[in-house]
């Protein structure tokens, strides 16, 4: 299975972490949406979407390099975050610009997965932040968990 996770993470680099291990266990090259040639995207059978959540969305980049890529055929993604704030609702809306514009484009989504990040923005630099530490290493035993789960999953 080649995969490939596309990654936009810039804030303390919380969402990179957990491309980090999904690297890993995927055994895929991690790049940035800008570093993507939209027509090659078709080269591998699963790819990943992730950034951390700003303004209640993925990352600009990853919304436009969806608006990029070609038509696929055959060919999966799973979709992943980190953000200030979590909760089912949240996350599925979070998550939802992103979801339709890959559907749109032929994607069948397999899974989902989102944690915790450390936040600074606005405000909350003057006391100290929120979520500090986190991702922590429970979060990346999840992440390593929920990718082991996508091969299982995809191989059956
Ligand atoms: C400009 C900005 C906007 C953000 N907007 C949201 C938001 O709408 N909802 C949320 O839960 N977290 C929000 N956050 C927190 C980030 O999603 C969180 O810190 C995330 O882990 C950052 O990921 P990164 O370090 O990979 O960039 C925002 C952070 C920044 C800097």
Redesign the pocket.
């Known amino acids: 299975m080649k995969s490939l996770l596309v990654l936009f993470?810039?804030?303390?680099?919380?969402?990179?972490k957990i491309a980090n291990v999904f690297a890993k266990v995927l055994d895929a090259q991690i790049k940035t949406p800008r570093q993507i040639i939209p027509e090659e995207i078709q080269e591998f059978s699963l790819v990943g979407f992730g950034?951390?959540?700003?303004?209640?969305k993925h990352h600009r980049t990853l919304l436009e390099l969806a608006d990029k890529i070609p038509q696929v055929t055959d060919r999966k993604a799973f979709i992943f975050s980190?953000?200030?704030?979590m909760g089912k609702d949240k996350v599925s809306e979070?998550h939802s610009i992103l979801r339709e514009k890959l559907q749109t484009k032929g994607y069948m989504i397999v899974d989902e997965f989102a944690c915790k990040?450390?936040?600074t923005?606005s405000f909350l630099r003057y006391l100290g932040g929120m979520n500090k530490g986190r991702p922590n290493a429970e979060d990346l035993k999840h992440a390593e968990e929920f990718a082991q789960n996508l091969i299982q999953n995809l191989q059956n």
Request: proline content about 0%.
């Open positions: 993470s810039f804030h303390h680099k919380n969402t990179e950034s951390g959540i700003y303004d209640a980190t953000s200030a704030v979070d990040g450390y936040n923005n």
